[in-house]
């Protein structure tokens, strides 16, 4: 199957695949700084995640080789304002204040600026191999979840480009798919940024899974004639009680699902999991501008003057998820004990 890298590092730059130009031009950006990296994470030209914790890490790194302080304490701190910058950019999902934090940490640890901006790329080099092998890992924990047939439904994008490699979500269905099951794929279109229709849709067909493409207002009524047998979708946040941050449009997902009796998987790394928000109601979810909703392509499709309302994320209460598959397996209901065990798994002091 074709393999899609969203995030590179060559030739001593970071290049990000602008994924506001998918599906028709594959334009790859080269990033110089951490400022960069910043406002491509603000404009959504990467977005997932994981991704976006990615390259903040990277953006991080090249911080780090901007900065040309001499001495330690004068480094760190500019560092920090760098950090600060990375942080702020998008404010939901955690890998992003994650990745920034660990990196923030790293240089902490090294005696020299010169052994810090080494340290820094290292870093970030670990956090996108280990990301990709997260994901693989995922795929197989959540592969025999999946039916043998009939249809998945998934929301916005889940998949490689969502992360350093292969994806969560669509990590699952991938897997699933290499182990021989044949199911039909459903993606939602994800309105207002259409990452379904633009990135899942064209990352299945790339993958060649069959995948068809429906208006978001669809799903129920799919639901209701039995064409779909499973979601799965990814995860911006998972909070300690189970409560899932994801793309707008998920909740209601999960509220359909339970009515017609279907499961709904979420996949996401642990990292995704941030065992200090206790549930969904801390969560702050991001409120994106109203030209996203009153605008197509540029041009205007609302009247002059409405109100605008633009949450890009929503909360999917735990009662609703059936499981939450990670990397070092799946968590069921009750969720505290199983997310603690599991994000431990991953780093014992995370859970300290």
């Known amino acids: 199957m074709t393999e899609i890298e969203p995030i590179r590092w060559e030739n001593e730059q970071l290049l ?45 790194a090249l911080a780090a080789r901007q900065v040309r302080k001499r001495t330690m304490p004068t480094f760190l701190k500019t560092l ?3 950090a600060a910058e990375l942080s702020a950019s998008r404010p939901t999902a955690v890998n992003l204040h994650w990745a920034v934090a660990l990196c923030l940490e790293a240089a902490r640890q ?5 052994e810090a901006r080494e340290r820094l ?8 191999q280990e990301d990709v092998a997260a994901n693989r890992a995922m795929g197989q924990h959540g592969a025999s979840l999946l ?40 993606c939602t279109e994800t309105r207002p940024w259409l990452q379904g229709a633009r990135l899942t849709a064209w990352e299945l067909v790339q993958l060649g899974i069959p995948v068809s493409l429906i208006v978001d207002s669809a799903a129920a009524s799919l639901m209701r004639t039995g064409e779909v047998n499973a979601i799965v979708v990814g995860a911006d946040r998972v909070a300690a009680n189970g409560d899932v941050a994801n793309k707008i449009g998920t909740y209601s997902l999960s509220v ?35 030209s996203e909703v009153t605008h197509w392509a540029g041009r205007q499709t609302a009247a ?22 990670t990397e070092h397996g799946v968590a069921k209901p009750p969720y505290e004990a199983d997310l603690r065990s599991l994000v431990a798994a991953r780093s014992p002091e995370a859970v300290a």
């Open 80 to 82: 920090e304002e760098r």
């Open 16 to 60: 990000l695949l602008d994924q506001t130009q998918l599906p028709h031009r594959q334009r790859w950006l080269v990033m110089r700084g951490s400022s960069q990296v910043a406002k491509a994470i603000r404009e959504m030209r990467v977005r997932g995640a994981p991704a976006i914790g990615v390259a903040a890490a990277y953006g991080m």
């Open 147 to 186: 039916p043998d047939s009939g249809g998945v439904l998934t929301h916005c994008n889940a998949g490689a480009l969502a992360t350093a490699g292969y994806g969560t979500a669509l990590g699952v269905v991938r897997a699933a798919w290499e182990t021989g099951k044949r199911f039909q794929v459903f």
């Open 304 to 325: 002059e003057g409405i109100g605008v309302r633009n949450p890009s994320f929503d909360v999917t209460p735990a009662k609703y998820v059936t499981a939450i598959i």
């Open 110 to 114: 090294c005696p020299t600026p010169e």
């Open 121 to 128: 790329l290292a870093e970030a080099q670990r956090l996108q």
């Open 256 to 290: 359909l699902a339970k009515e017609h009796g279907i499961p709904f998987y979420v996949a996401a790394p642990t990292s995704t999991v941030d065992l200090a928000m206790p549930n969904g109601d801390h969560i702050v979810v991001e409120e994106r501008g109203p």
